[in-house]
């Protein structure tokens, strides 16, 4: 069993800044502002960053696509961490914490009055260093998972169970394996790296197993799925089921 602390976290697909601060209110530990399906633009999210201030939950953006200039916005906006999608090579993990990070280790444009460093109050060398997600949903990310988490910056090893089931179905015959072969290989990439693994999961009871599987960053299910089937079952019960 996976003895480091689990890191519990959701999915905030809706860009409410009242969603954010309910879930940190009830003591997650991060919360995934989505930019990638989500259903706000960038600019919604310093308002949903501003319900953490000050509190434990850490929040992470999903950006669409690498784009080295994002990364850096929402980052001087306050987020803790981002995550990026389909990554597959070593190299665009290099991108990714190139543009995370500024001088020596990355390319990032310094800025004393971001909100990050509370727009010119506090130095810049005190702003914690970014956590770091590259999700691994695709055949080729798994093939090349151990080359990813052993580029220094990249922190957890993420996968995306949608896209890489999807791809296992569309791709059979360049898979490594099923499904949960595949999340073998990344948590022992990870694992050999010293670098953590998280999954996103649907059903909260399947937390202990995928803990014992080696997954330490676990996001359960997105506010509009949450909301989707609360709504569901208050119409079939109001219906007589």
Known sequence: MNTAPLQLGTWISTGSAAVTELAA?????WVLLDLEHGCESEAAIPGQLRPLRGGKTRGIVRVGA???DLIGRVLDWGADGVMVPHVESAAAA??????????????????????ACDYGL???EEKALPLLMAQI???????HCADIAAVEG????FVGPADLQHDLRSRPERAPGDYARCLEIVNEAARAAGKQTG?????????????????????VD???SILRKAWRQTVEAAEGG
């Open 25 to 29: 209110l009830c003591g997650l530990d």
């Open 66 to 68: 690498p784009h080295a």
């Open 94 to 115: 290099e991108a990714i914490v190139r543009a995370a990070h500024h001088a020596p280790r990355g390319q990032r444009g310094f800025a004393r009055t971001v909100r």
């Open 122 to 124: 506090r130095p810049a």
């Open 137 to 143: 949903e695709t055949i080729t990310g798994v093939g």
């Open 154 to 157: 990249i922190d957890v090893l």
């Open 199 to 219: 999954i996103l999961l649907r059903d909260p009871a399947e937390v202990p197993r995928y803990r014992d599987l080696g997954f330490t960053h676990i996001a």
């Open 222 to 224: 997105s506010d509009l």
